[in-house]
């Protein structure tokens, strides 16, 4: 069984456990639908996710692209359907790892924790590192060294006021999609091929040749796809911060992933048939196909743009991957030293700032990690930490969690089935490098929790929920 642990408004703690250090400080709720999809929007940060990581999908799956996200988009509605029902059942900083603890139990919570823990470390400096190829027409920075620089800004950013930074980001997400619009119109103005190519799909050949993509490939790069689309679901990572989370929430995350796989898929339609050959396309440099299609003052305004939301995308992923770590401290998964410094809250701004720093200075170190490696780990984590919410979702309706007060997904236990079966089977179809560093990492976890957490439940990964959502969980 889950050990939860609520908190009064006193600090005093309820439950019969020995915490060994004073209850945190709580996080203020301030965010409404509007703040959150802002927030959660710049964090999959539709943009920097079309300009920096598909161009690796045109190259490995061409005209398949579209396709790969169309079917990605699919799954993620079931995903959105998961992440509400249980972002609201549990509504916590924590995000997937409270979600599966409470509702399947701690090791559960914890191995999803960990796949978190993972996506949340890796995806910013993968964002941060394409800035310098889009600030290349005012400045030439080493790649590596831009990212670096990006994630230091983002890390700075991150230690203000949340509110404040919900309408920041906000005004940078208007420019990534006013600079996606402008690709989306300027492909299909100078549309090249049949529509066709998008239901079969193509890859340039040698000599000139054209080879077709087969449905492996396709399957192979649904976990990039996910990838590419992740990020709807962080607005769980916010529910604590949320102004009547119940309705937040699911209208959040539902609006998030529409939107921002709009923002995604139409461009991606738009190059896919306006590229001047698959070999442009494959090659990925969309700042050279706009300024083909326009010219150079256009392109210079989309680069810049574009390199306004990576920014963006690195401040707000950093404000919500630091909620995780402040959650995880606050239920007791470190020892206590290492507990009290990331749940320590700014006095004048009431951000987790140690938690902040620990997400950010790591992110820029990562910076001059292999992209590949990178991108490949964080697609196989996407995928498992997706698998971990679809089993908590088939056990968020058992017990006291079936009369609860919280959103309910149509066609359960349907959609949850469905997305184990398919989500296991992309996870087995990924690089093997990819699936041994996962594998290592999680490994590593498992005996951390065997010899240390497990031994210790009455002091050790304690998941808590807020006090003023118990009836939720009771009810």
């Not at 359907?81 to 979600?99: D, F, H, K, N």
């Amino acid at each position: 069984m889950t050990d939860i642990l609520r908190r009064p408004e006193d600090g005093t703690a309820t439950s019969a456990t020995s915490i060994e250090a004073a209850e945190p400080q709580k996080l203020k709720r301030s965010i409404g639908v509007v703040g959150g999809t802002l927030l959660t929007l710049s964090c999959l940060t539709p943009a920097s996710s079309l300009f920096v990581i598909v161009p690796a999908s045109f190259a490995a799956l061409g005209t398949g692209t579209a396709l790969a996200l169309v079917i990605a988009i699919v799954l993620c509605i079931g995903v959105a359907w998961c992440y509400s029902e249980l972002g609201t059942l549990v509504p916590s900083a924590g995000g997937e790892y409270a979600m599966a603890g409470h509702t399947v139990g701690r090791f559960t919570g914890w191995l999803a924790f960990i796949q978190a823990l993972l996506v949340v470390m890796i995806v910013p400096p993968v964002i941060a590192l394409g800035t310098s190829q889009y600030l290349a027409p005012i400045v030439h920075v080493d790649p590596k060294v831009m990212g670096a620089i990006v994630m230091l800004a983002a890390t700075v950013m991150g230690l203000l006021d949340l509110r404040a930074n919900a309408w920041i980001t906000g005004i940078f997400l208007v420019l990534e999609v006013i600079a996606a619009s402008v690709v989306a119109v300027l492909g299909f103005a100078h549309s090249n091929r049949s529509a066709s190519v998008l239901i079969h799909p193509e890859l340039p050949g040698t000599h000139g040749g054209i080879n077709p993509v087969t449905a492996g490939t396709i399957i192979a790069g649904l976990a990039a796809a996910l990838f590419i689309t992740q990020g709807f679901s962080t607005a769980v990572y916010l529910a604590e911060e949320m102004e009547r989370p119940h309705r937040t929430v699911p209208r959040t995350v539902l609006w998030t992933l529409g939107i921002g796989s709009a923002v995604i898929l139409i461009p991606v339609i738009a190059i896919t048939l306006g590229a001047n050959s698959l070999d442009d396309l494959a090659g990925g440099d969309i700042s050279s196909m706009v300024t083909q299609w326009s010219n150079s003052a256009v392109g210079t305004f989309v680069s810049l743009a574009i390199a306004m939301a990576i920014i963006n995308a690195a401040i707000v992923m950093v404000i919500q991957n630091s909620r995780v770590l402040y959650s995880s401290a606050r239920d007791k998964a470190w020892p206590e030293p290492i507990n009290r410094a990331f749940t320590n809250l700014s006095k004048r701004y009431g951000s987790p700032w140690v938690s902040t720093l620990a997400v950010g200075v790591p992110g820029a170190i990562l910076c001059f990690v292999n992209l590949d490696t990178l991108s490949a780990v964080t697609g196989v984590s996407v995928a498992l930490l997706y698998l971990c919410v679809a089993v908590a979702a088939l056990g968020g309706r058992r017990g006291k969690h079936k009369d609860a007060k919280a959103y309910r997904m149509p066609l359960w236990p349907v959609i949850p089935v469905i997305l184990i079966a398919v989500l296991v089977y992309v996870v087995t179809q990924q690089p093997l490098s990819a699936l041994y560093w996962t594998g290592g990492i999680t490994a590593a976890a498992a005996l951390y929790w065997v010899f240390y957490l497990r031994p210790r439940p009455e002091t050790r990964w304690i998941i808590t929920i807020p006090e003023d959502e118990k009836d939720a969980v009771e009810a």
